[in-house]
């Protein structure tokens, strides 16, 4: 499986980023519940663990949020890698906004 490894820097307090994370991830399921299935997350103090279906296909992967920034990694499924850089920029971009 292709690999996702990204990092976004905050200048929020972790429970602040820890909170807006959670509160995007509830958003997702909503916005995305005719594509995605199965978002399963679990938090323990700055670390999530997720996985869903997206389309069919498992995703799965860490968030990490640290004093300075966040740490996003994940496996994608093969039929992703062709969108790889799409994929990662779009997480990137969100999480600059979500972070502000």
Do not use: C, Y
């Amino acid at each position: 499986m292709p690999k996702l490894s990204l990092a976004v820097s905050h200048s929020l307090t972790q429970e602040e980023a820890v909170k807006r994370i959670k509160d995007l991830l509830n958003e997702i399921k909503t916005q995305f519940a005719g594509k995605i299935s199965d978002l399963h997350e679990e938090w323990h103090e700055h670390t999530g663990k997720f996985d869903f279906s997206a389309m069919g296909f498992p995703v799965s992967g860490t968030l990490t949020v640290k004093a300075s920034q966040v740490e996003i990694s994940g496996n994608l499924p093969f039929a992703a890698m062709l969108l790889k850089g799409k994929i990662e920029t779009a997480i990137t971009d969100r999480a600059k906004t979500l972070l502000v």
